[in-house]
């Protein structure tokens, strides 16, 4: 299966500032493919680039086989883009904008989507009456509306309440099944995480690393966090050493340890309260989170 | 079409539904023709003749220099247009439509204008109603091109601001609405044939009111028709999509272009 967006040796620079420094990556089509990285990374240059707002300085860039810089007028109807900012005009209402871009786009509006995303009440609402996040959904309903093969989602669900964030992310999920890329730019770690099928964090203008989100996290050195609570407490001295533990603290009634090895910690735990005549009541282990990887690979400031 | 239609029964709703627009559209050449009418035939009897023109050209002018520039420089800094170039929506419709919707808005207001100034102020009509038409859509289009050339060129709200009160100033003061050009100094008279103002007073004077032109009218309406060609060719070739990091296709110092064919007026005609 052929990339649906190729992305070779890409650079770009405003005057001696470098903001994407040769990258190369491809994204598979139906992914959901994350793209994380701090403030000044380059994730808002390479999505400009890549939706065709802005020319590479150079290296090339394929959409959907096309060159967003020179194919522009073809690529409309294949990509949709919610922008970060909203770039509404302040006046439109919502059934207006639906109306006004679908016709640009040459399909039916699609009422149906601000029903989905709750917008329904407001439909006839000036877009500046709207809160951040009816705004947010607003967009994220135009962008889709054209049923686009490429959609770019920039911190889609900044803004949104529970509820809204749910509906987004089943929303997104449908739109993969009906075999649209998604291209989600986020500091949303957990959302990241949840949602992609891969992430690239950027870094500097840089690729830090590129991979599943558990293939990211397994690459850490971060520590695995088992929690540990019984029934006679027999393992709440914190004296108490087991292998591969770096450090252990105790909340509320579960001793916390923190092991870079969680097989033999595992087992030696687990033996030492059967051996106490002791029962467990919890157990949780749970993995470095992409969010600890992303700190691991930002805080150092080097790519790994 | 559909796509035309749409965006054009949008941005003429804008025009009335934004509060800044609705100023710029009626209330204020509506209230300022009312304020005229009333006051200045009292001190000045011979303006009876001109409110008609005069308060059709100052329309023209608060609705175009005043009213259009804006919204282009806020839609361009808060991302609209980047929002729109995604989209597909050609930067001819970003440019043209505003234009001409604001150029619907001024049928509406000088139909006002031409309905109530003679119950009002027992006002004369216009002798020559084609006329009357070309001299509108001419002093529209030239203003209009004017206003969205104003917008594409100023990098900030305040900046657009300024470029249009450079222009609207001198043309409520030189342009022939309160004193006529005949009496103005001959250097300010030469001067104030810059501005499409002096231009459509001319025109109006001469060919649709039945008085005197004080240069050739219809050499008037040329400059204001090719002024409106120049204003829009401009806006088209230095328009860009967004404030940031862009690198714009010519200098915003060729806007000054647009006074090309009032140059050539002042020694022609």
């Known amino acids: 299966m052929d990339p649906v967006i190729e992305i070779r040796d890409f650079s770009k620079t405003y005057g001696d500032f470098v903001a994407v420094n040769r990258i190369s990556l491809d ?278 | 079409m559909i796509a035309f239609v749409n965006h054009f029964s949008f941005e003429f709703r804008s025009g009335i539904r934004n509060k800044q627009m609705l100023l710029m559209n009626y209330l204020f050449p509506l209230g300022f023709y009312l304020m005229m009418g009333f006051i200045m035939p009292a001190i000045n009897p011979p303006f009876r003749q001109s409110i008609i023109p005069a308060m059709v050209v100052f329309s023209i002018l608060a609705a175009t220099l005043l009213g259009l520039p804006d919204p282009l420089v806020n839609a361009r800094e808060n991302g609209v247009f980047r929002n729109y170039k995604i989209n597909g929506i050609p930067s001819s419709s970003i440019l043209a439509i505003p234009a001409m919707t604001t150029m619907l808005h001024l049928v509406l207001v000088t139909a006002i204008i031409i309905i109530t100034a003679p119950l009002l102020f027992d006002a004369p009509l216009p002798q020559n109603w084609f006329a009357s038409i070309l001299v509108f859509l001419a002093m529209s289009f030239a203003c209009a091109g004017l206003g969205v050339l104003i917008g594409v060129v100023s990098p900030n709200s ?38 499409p103002a002096t231009q459509a007073m001319n025109a109006f004077n001469g060919l649709a009111m039945d008085g005197v032109a004080d240069f050739s009218p219809w050499g008037s309406v040329a400059v204001l028709i090719s002024s409106g060609v120049f204003a829009f060719a401009l806006s088209a070739y230095l328009f860009s999509w967004d404030n940031r990091n862009s690198t714009r296709r010519g200098n915003p110092a060729l806007a000054f272009l647009v006074f090309l064919p009032s140059v050539i007026g002042i020694f022609t005609l």
């Open chain 1, 27 to 304: 994204v598979m089509p139906g992914e959901i493919f994350g793209l994380l990285g701090p403030n000044g990374a380059g994730k808002t240059s390479t999505l400009e680039c890549l939706e065709g707002l802005r020319a590479p300085s150079c290296g090339s860039l394929r959409v959907a086989g096309l060159d967003p810089a020179r194919d522009f007028k073809k690529l409309k109807n294949i990509i949709g883009v919610q922008l970060q900012s909203s770039g509404m005009p302040e006046a439109i209402t919502p059934v207006e904008a639906m109306k006004f871009f679908c016709a640009y786009h040459a399909v039916s509006p699609r009422f149906d989507l601000l029903d989905r995303l709750a917008l329904n009440e407001k439909r006839d609402t000036a877009f500046y009456e709207l809160s951040a996040g009816q705004q947010r959904r607003l967009v994220l309903a135009l962008a889709a509306a054209h049923k686009p093969q490429i959609l770019f989602l920039d911190e889609p669900t900044a803004g949104l309440d529970v509820a809204s964030r749910v509906e987004l992310h089943d929303l997104m999920r449908e739109l993969q099944a009906g075999g649209t890329t998604i291209i989600l730019a986020t500091h949303d770690m957990a959302e990241a995480d949840e949602m992609s099928d891969r992430v690239a964090i950027l870094l500097g203008g840089n690729i830090a690393t590129v991979g599943t989100p558990m293939e990211i996290t397994a690459a850490g050195a971060g520590l695995t966090k088992i929690s540990v609570h019984t029934q006679n407490s027999c393992i709440s001295d914190p004296n108490l050493t087991f292998p591969a533990v770096d450090r252990c603290v105790v909340k509320d009634e579960y001793m916390i340890y923190y092991s870079h090895d969680i097989g033999p910690t595992l087992t030696a735990i687990i033996e030492f309260i059967h051996l106490q005549a002791d029962t467990l009541i919890d157990l949780r282990v749970e993995r470095p989170s992409l969010e600890d990887r992303f700190l691991e690979i930002t805080g150092k400031g080097t790519i790994p």
């Open chain 2, 158 to 195: 305040r900046m657009s601001v300024l470029w249009s009160q450079v222009v609207f100033v001198p043309s409520m003061l030189l342009g022939g609405l309160m004193i006529p050009n005949n009496l103005l100094p001959d250097v300010a008279a030469k001067i104030a044939q810059l501005l």
